[in-house]
T-cell receptor, first 113, second 117 residues
């Protein structure tokens, strides 16, 4: 069966510090991968998605970047965090198909102080 | 324009009763899929149910059913026989046919459901 791992679960970082969140998927190959962000009590905003190694699409211009160095690894980064980067970050994967749901990791709660 | 609209920020229901969570969507694609997710306070996202635009019958999964009204562009989630464990945030999401290969979902703002004993 497929599983998705996302870490860390919580993170407190000062403004101006770098960020690296990692997500890996097991049990499948060539998945589509996604990073979403959720502000407190709000909906999910798609940040980046990837359909293959090295292929990154950005949905929202911002202070963040994403990379996919390996087939089942997706990394979210920032060189200098802003207060507005605080939120709940969720990684997800899916196979291609109109009816196939996204499968989410457990999320990372990021607080920028 | 919002692609997914959930107009109920919060809903309350008595245990064992049924509740309907509203969702309307906006797309010009003829082919699309609609999804509902549950997010407990722990933050995990749990997939509940799927409805395709060409499905002739309303989707059902256990106590969850979807009231799909294509002409009105609505896809309301019905939870029957509510349980205390149903208390959570619920999200409606859509995948447009043009995005099938990309797979991305657009989410609504969510509805917080509270089940009272």
């Amino acid at each position: 069966s497929q599983t998705i791992h996302q870490w860390p679960a919580t993170l407190v970082q000062p403004v101006g510090s770098p960020l690296s969140l990692e997500c890996t998927v097991e049990g499948t190959s060539n998945p589509n991968l996604y990073w979403y962000r959720q502000a407190a009590g709000r909906g999910l905003q798609l940040l980046f998605y990837s359909v293959g190694i090295g292929q990154i699409s950005s949905e929202v211009p911002q202070n963040l970047s994403a990379s996919r160095p390996q087939d089942r690894q997706f990394i979210l980064s920032s060189k200098k965090l802003l207060l507005s980067d605080s939120g709940f970050y969720l990684c997800a994967w899916t196979r291609r198909g109109l009816n196939l749901p996204l499968h989410f990791g457990n999320g990372t709660r990021l607080t920028v102080t | 324009a919002q692609k997914i609209t959930q107009t109920q920020p919060g809903m309350f229901v008595q245990e064992k009763e049924a509740v309907t969570l509203d969702c309307t969507y906006d797309t010009s694609d003829q082919s699309y899929g609609l999804f509902w997710y549950k997010q407990p306070s722990s933050g995990e996202m749990i997939f509940l149910i799927y409805q395709g635009s060409y499905d002739e019958q309303n989707a059902t999964e256990g106590r969850y059913s979807l009231n799909f009204q294509k002409a009105r562009k609505s896809a309301n989630l019905v939870i029957s026989a509510s349980q205390l464990g149903d208390s959570a945030m619920y999200f409606c999401a859509m995948r447009e046919g043009q995005d099938t290969s990309y797979g991305k979902l657009t989410f609504g703002q969510g509805t917080i459901l509270t089940v009272h004993p």
